[in-house]
């Protein structure tokens, strides 16, 4: 069964707007999530935790949320730019499940 | 910085063989993992290592074993290479509970 789910389709957005990714698991009651950064022949670079106690936090031009009530966390990038184009990986803290990544393409 | 070093970046290896994958971190961290990472899969974990000398089965462990012998040091072993194994693998490593993970750059691992 699938336990964390991000869109597998790539989100194409234009330079200069928000993008938002979504990431919503199941079966679990995480003590925290991450969100990670990859571009292609990398290995993943981590941008940010949030804990369950904690409804937003924030990091220059990026924003994650977590809704344990929706078990689902949203990470938004603002005023995006092409260099932000890559793979946005979630990951849980229960048993280090990472969701397979949502592309994002920034087109100028 | 924290620095993961996995040993190749692109391995091609023959259906039998046994095949070593090796990873050295240079921060002293006690945790370290092997994952591997398939298209539309995401990254599985395989093992993970708490300290030296301990392992722990993740999701996939089928035909692996690890070894960690030194701190910085975590070793895959696929015991005997199958086609079903060709990936790209992953290390990472971690200070501890609720830090975050840092990654190598992978082996992408052929089996032909």
């Known amino acids: 069964s699938q336990k964390i789910e991000q869109n597998s389709e790539a989100l194409n957005i234009q330079e200069g707007k928000t993008a938002t990714l979504t990431c919503n698991y199941t079966?679990?009651?995480?003590?925290?999530l991450q969100w990670y950064r990859q571009d292609p022949g990398r290995g993943p670079v981590f941008l940010l935790l949030i804990r369950e106690n904690e409804k937003e936090k924030r990091k220059e031009r990026l924003k994650v949320t977590f809704d344990t009530t929706l078990k689902q966390s949203l990470f938004h990038i603002t005023a995006s730019q092409p260099a932000d184009s890559a793979t946005y990986l979630c990951a849980l803290d229960v048993k280090f499940y990472f969701g397979s990544g949502t592309k994002l393409n920034v087109k100028p | 910085d924290v620095k993961v070093t996995q040993s190749s970046r692109y391995l091609v290896k023959r259906t039998g063989e046994k095949v070593f994958l090796e990873c050295v971190q240079d921060?002293?961290?006690?945790?370290m993992f092997w994952y591997r990472q398939d298209p539309g899969l995401g990254l599985r974990l395989i093992y993970f290592s708490y300290d030296v000398k301990m392992k722990e089965k993740g999701d996939i462990p089928e035909g692996y074993s690890v070894s960690r012998e030194k701190k910085e040091r975590f070793s895959l072993i696929l015991e005997s290479a199958s086609t079903n194994q060709t990936s790209m693998y992953l290390c990472?490593?971690?200070?501890?509970?609720?830090?975050?993970?840092?990654f190598g750059d992978g082996t992408r691992l052929s089996i032909l």
């Open positions: 079966n679990y009651s995480p003590a925290y």
């Open positions: 990472a490593s971690r200070q501890g509970n609720n830090q975050p993970q840092h």
């Open positions: 921060m002293d961290h006690e945790n």
